[in-house]
Every structure is written in C-alpha cells, then in structure tokens.
C-alpha cells in the first residue's frame, strides 16, 4: 500500500545521527469547509514522538518507532452537525502518524541517483536521513494534503489511487457510539485539507464532546468474525482510538 511508503520514509526521517536523542516534532492538520456564510477552518495538533528500538530487519540492528498524541479534527458546523476528522482509516490504523508524507515529503530535496554508492551506502545513507529530517523541520507550512495518492510501479490498469484524506465521521445521538455515521467530503463541504509543522500545544478538547470515550474500548459497536473490513459498517470500522490517542 501506498501509505506503507510514507511510513518508511518518515519512520526514517526521524532519525539523527548515532547516539542522539531523536527529535520530537508536532504538525496541525486543518480541514477547510466550504458553507454558506463562507470558508471555515478547522484544525487539530498532534504530538510525534520517535525512538529507536531494536529491530531484526535492519542492519543497524534498530529502527525507529513513531508513537502518536493527539485528537481528531472536530468540526462544529453552521447547520449544527459536528462532525470528525478521524486520526485511523479503516486501511490504515496508524494514519495520523504518518500523514505528514504525503503532504510534506515531496518539498524535501532528494539524493541525486548515483550519489550514493555501495561501498559508502550505509554512512550516506544515515546522512541522507538527518538531512532530510533538518529539511522537514526547517519546512514553513501550511502545504497542501493531496486527495489521493497513485504509486503504480507494476502500472496496473485497475490500480486504485490511494486516499489520503481522513475518514468523516459524526454521530446521529452523540451520546451513543453506536449512531456512528461516515461522511463523504463532499457532504461536508471539505474544500482542501493541509498540514504545517507547529509548536502550538496538542490539543485536547474532543472528552467535552464525546465524554464515554475513555470507557469505550475497541471498535464502536461488535464486529462480526469473518469478512472483509471494507464489508462491515462504519461503526464497526471506526474504534476509540480513532478520536483520542495518547494521553494518560
């Protein structure tokens, strides 16, 4: 999957070099709604917190484990419906983690092919890592989150974009998880999404809305065994952790 890729890249971008502390980072994502009265904004911060641990596949013997802290967008819109960026998507339990990719990763100059041989790749490479991490957080944001994502390198002809906007939610009784309803974009009137690097505080607002949050535990209703995830409703697609992630 597509985003598996931007997970490698910025699971790599969080590295310094040997021995250091691996720096922390928060980035605001806002959602811009299109309504009658006109365009509003609404926008959530996140906390990305990244350290080294051990690890069969690589090399080096570590990798890099991001942990998320943060909240869903919440959006209290015009004609009263509250509705919620959510931080997971049913194909992607660890979006928010990694959505900074798709969004910023392509303004980080790249190595040049060829720059880096087999004989130096191990040292260029961790090279290229801090320095591609100093450009991503040298980055003056806002950019633009793109809709979807296509990586075809077998160039399929029924290769499906992947989406990177998150999945809409809002609840016809919000004080029951199980009226749980998804939304389109379009529905909304999403009209574009960015992302920024900021040092604004996490936020930490949404338990005023949904107040059974710390209670509820996995997915919002029972799901059935058996069947693909994309089969079963949305309530069962979308868990807790999808609203607030992270916090003691």
């Not at 399929?156 to 009226?179: C, G, H, I, L």
């Not at 690097?197 to 919002?220: C, F, M, R, Y």
Request: aromatic residues 8%.
């Amino acid at each position: 999957m597509m985003i598996c890729r931007w997970v490698v890249a910025f699971a790599a971008l969080a590295l310094t070099a040997c021995g250091s502390d691996l720096p922390d980072y928060r980035y605001k994502m806002t959602v811009h709604v299109a309504t009658p009265g006109g365009d509003r904004a609404y926008s959530s911060v996140r906390g990305i917190h990244s350290e080294y641990v051990s690890s069969i596949m690589s090399s080096s013997g570590r990798t890099i484990k991001d942990t998320l802290q943060g909240e869903a967008v919440i959006m209290d819109l015009p004609d009263g419906r509250t509705v919620y960026a959510l931080l997971s998507r049913p194909d992607n339990l660890d979006y928010a983690t990694y959505v900074t990719g798709p969004a910023l990763g392509r303004h980080i100059p790249r190595a040049k092919s060829g720059d880096i041989t087999l004989a130096s790749a191990k040292g260029a490479f961790l090279d290229e890592i801090v320095s591609r991490r100093e450009a991503m957080l040298a980055l003056k944001g806002p950019y633009d989150l793109p809709r979807t994502v296509t990586h075809n390198p077998s160039h399929r002809t029924d290769y499906q974009p992947e989406q990177m906007w998150p999945m809409f939610v809002m609840f016809s009784d919000p004080a029951n998880p199980k009226t749980v309803i998804e939304l389109s974009p379009e529905a909304i009137g999403v009209s574009n999404i960015s992302i920024a690097l900021t040092e604004d505080e996490i936020s930490s607002s949404v338990l005023s809305k949904l107040p059974w949050l710390p209670n509820q535990h996995g997915a919002l209703v029972p799901t059935p065994v058996g069947g693909s995830m994309f089969d079963k409703k949305p309530a069962q697609r979308v868990t807790a952790g999808a609203f607030r992630i992270g916090f003691p």
